[in-house]
């Protein structure tokens, strides 16, 4: 209803201002919600064999469309890939894993204001029959004081973060039998590590 009004032609600029904001705001709210529907019940997940370099160059694709990485921005980004060609497919829900995907690029990005690299790697660890997957960013890093709390649902440094991103990251990498781990130091860039079993039926997934 709000979207409609906005397009009344009878509708001054400065009212037109006032209600596209509160279309933006309506739209954060919405998104807010979203988030906490899945942190207080996460969906079930839908696996399939999956070839993981392939889900990242689709989700590196779609992260593209953000400001940051445009070819017109002021501070652009640059996309590193350095993805593992002997990765073995693996039992994953790929809508659930692409959302951590997009969590962890998004917040790469966002760590780098004033441009810099986000990195995305993948390799096989053979003896662990393991996928590890690492995006890395060249920001201002995290300070050790709040390696613990990031994870936590609600915590966020953001003005406007609802704190549930990393959350709700962490929550969908166990429930695929997995781990979640964050390397960083001040000034020296931030690293989000996956490990990921491989696995080649859907029973051996976490329920």
């Known amino acids: 209803s709000v979207q409609v009004l906005l397009e009344e032609p009878g509708i001054s600029e400065e009212d037109r201002s006032l209600i596209a904001k509160a279309v933006d705001e309506i739209k954060r709210i919405e998104l807010l919600i979203k988030s906490l529907l899945n942190f207080a019940k996460p969906p079930e997940l839908q696996?399939?064999?999956?070839?993981?370099?392939?889900?990242?160059?689709?989700?590196?694709?779609?992260?593209?469309?953000?400001?940051?990485?445009?070819?017109?921005?002021?501070?652009p980004i640059k996309v590193l890939k350095e993805f593992d060609s002997n990765l073995p497919e693996t039992m994953i829900d790929p809508?659930?894993?692409?959302?951590?995907?997009?969590?962890?690029?998004?917040?790469?990005?966002?760590?780098?204001?004033?441009?810099?690299?986000?990195?995305?790697?993948?390799?096989?660890?053979?003896?662990?029959?393991?996928?590890?997957?690492?995006?890395?960013?060249?920001?201002?890093?995290?300070?050790?004081?709040?390696?613990?709390?990031?994870?936590?649902?609600?915590?966020?440094?953001?003005?406007?973060?609802?704190g549930l991103g990393l959350a709700i990251t962490r929550r969908l990498v166990e429930q695929h039998g997995g781990e979640i781990i964050v390397e960083s130091k001040p000034g020296q860039g931030t690293v989000f590590n996956v490990s990921l079993k491989v696995k080649k039926e859907e029973t051996e997934l976490i329920s």
């Open 47 to 75: 696996p399939m064999l999956t070839d993981l370099n392939d889900l990242l160059d689709k989700t590196i694709t779609f992260s593209l469309k953000h400001p940051a990485l445009s070819s017109s921005s002021a501070t």
């Open 95 to 162: 809508m659930q894993l692409q959302q951590v995907l997009l969590n962890l690029m998004f917040n790469a990005i966002e760590a780098m204001p004033g441009g810099g690299v986000l990195a995305i790697r993948t390799a096989y660890d053979d003896k662990l029959n393991s996928i590890q997957i690492a995006v890395a960013d060249s920001g201002k890093g995290i300070d050790q004081p709040l390696f613990d709390q990031i994870f936590q649902p609600f915590f966020t440094t953001k003005r406007k973060g609802s």
